[in-house]
């Protein structure tokens, strides 16, 4: 069992002395609308760039401003700019890459947060003891990168060396929350600067439950569409065209319905060919985790009827959530919806479906395969008409490494209960990239909840898991100076 040094004692020390400050900075973060999916909120998602760069500046790190997609006379990027810092380039030891994003989902809809998105609050947490600040981005990705940002602070703080002298590069996006459009060629074309690092770690992922900290070594891919089924050249008039004429609505509702089959798996032909069996071990683990789907439910307003109808036959909802590859219709769109009556046959409609993948499949013969599988079901009448929108490699990384072993300790003393290990259903694509181009294993440590709301009106980050994440963290770092042989 490891003890922390006397330096890693007086940072934790220090940690816990500057908690209204870390608060406080986290807050004015949150106050910024960066929101890169809306070309309203540009200028607001580089002022949060620039905030966490001067951040960086305060930890001591070498920071710089690149700029993304196309550069135009300005020397302004048409993407969102990546926040780039670097610490002790010529240190020994490991060298590790700390990914996170800065940018934000929508709010909408407005009209169901208990306060301004972007006004943050802090409230008490409902049923439980202490905190939690409420706005959007308070969980992800902004709070649990503040976590990172705050235990840097603290080690520069204490030794007056930025990330107490050990290796690191920051790698802060703005584009994740919009498909990180331009980040796979940003690599690319700076790869070198990568090339030496022996592991990523993230927190953008959760913990198990309330006092249940855990290291996640598994994320699902993402593939995300968009189809639009056309029929004639105008809207129709449904009591003359009614019966005559294709609608698209009913057509594109009879197709989709066709992804499952009866025990709802997809329908498509291929799509579980590349799929990777639960082991008989992972299955034996997960069920020891005793994690309760009805309990689960409860929590977002369901019945524990809801489990079983919901997903893949045969397979336990945590196996469904961490290992078994999903599609989902996230939008349908096509005619009339505004109020009253309006009795027309639409010239088109069109859905955002979208899959979660899980290793190995491949994102690029998904999205090919659902395509193919939808000009096989075209409606007499109708053509088609089809977006790629986004993607992202599942990531499935080693549970054996020494750098892993090293952020499990980190966290087991930082929270005192030792990480489960888990798998999470979310995506995150940068992992899957990382590993493609260079190689690099990926560290999940992450300190969301379940209940945090993500992407939702009332978005939260307990105050609990923001100190477990900066303890965390810091202890983590504790960890590489050791084996750096810094002191």
Not at 340 to 359: D, E, H, M, N, Y
């Amino acid at each position: 069992m490891t003890t922390p040094t006397t330096t890693a004692s007086k940072v934790l020390d220090t940690l816990a002395a500057d908690r209204p400050g870390q608060i406080e900075r986290l807050i004015d973060w949150l106050k910024i609308p960066s929101i890169s999916t809306d070309p309203a909120y540009r200028d607001h998602t580089r002022r949060a760039a620039a905030w966490a760069a001067e951040h960086l500046c305060g930890a001591g790190l070498k920071v710089e401003l690149m700029e993304t997609g196309g550069i135009g006379t300005d020397g302004v990027g048409s993407g969102h700019p990546v926040v780039l810092g670097t610490a002790n380039p010529d240190a020994p030891g490991p060298h590790i890459l700390f990914y996170g994003h800065y940018d934000v989902q929508p709010a909408d809809p407005l009209e169901l947060w208990e306060s301004g998105p972007f006004e943050p609050v802090i409230r008490p947490a409902e049923g439980e003891v202490g905190e939690r600040i409420v706005a959007r981005g308070a969980c992800d990705d902004k709070g649990q990168v503040a976590t990172f940002l705050e235990a840097l602070r603290a080690w520069y703080g204490v030794t007056g060396k930025p990330a107490g002298g050990v290796r690191m590069t920051v790698l802060l996006e703005g584009e994740e929350e919009s498909g990180s459009v331009n980040l796979d060629r940003f690599l690319e074309q700076h790869a070198d600067r990568f090339r030496s690092c022996d592991a990523c770690l993230i927190s953008d992922t959760g913990m198990l439950g309330r006092e249940r900290p855990a290291i996640t070594y598994g994320v699902r891919g993402l593939v995300y569409t968009e189809v639009r089924l056309h029929g004639a050249n105008q809207d129709l008039h449904s009591g003359l065209w009614g019966g005559r004429a294709p609608n698209p609505n009913n057509e594109l509702a009879k197709v989709l319905a066709r992804l499952w089959d009866g025990d709802r798996r997809v329908t498509i032909p291929g799509f579980y060919d590349d799929v990777r069996p639960i082991s008989a071990e992972e299955r034996a683990a997960w069920s020891r985790l005793g994690c309760d789907a009805g309990d689960a439910l409860s929590k977002i307003g369901l019945g524990p009827e809801a489990d079983e109808p919901s997903g893949e036959a045969g397979f336990s909802a945590i196996e469904r959530e961490w290992a078994r590859p999903t599609a989902d219709i996230n939008g349908l769109f096509g005619g009339y919806a505004g109020a009253g009556a309006k009795t027309v046959i639409p010239a088109w409609a069109g859905a955002k479906v979208s899959f979660r993948l899980v290793a190995d499949q491949s994102p690029a013969k998904v999205e090919a395969a659902f395509f193919e599988w939808c000009r096989a079901r075209t409606p007499a009448g109708c053509r088609w008409e089809f977006v790629s929108h986004s993607g992202g490699n599942p990531a499935t990384v080693r549970t054996d490494s020494e750098l892993l072993k090293a952020a499990a300790e980190a966290v087991r003393r930082a929270t005192g209960v030792a990480p489960a290990m888990i798998k999470s259903g979310g995506s995150i694509p940068v992992a899957g990239t990382l590993k493609s181009l260079l190689g690099l294993e990926t560290i999940f440590m992450g300190f969301g909840l379940d209940d945090d709301r993500v992407h939702s009106p009332n978005e939260k980050f307990e105050l609990r898991c923001f100190e477990w994440g900066a303890r965390s963290h810091a202890l983590f770092i504790d960890a590489l100076r050791r084996k750096a042989g810094v002191e």
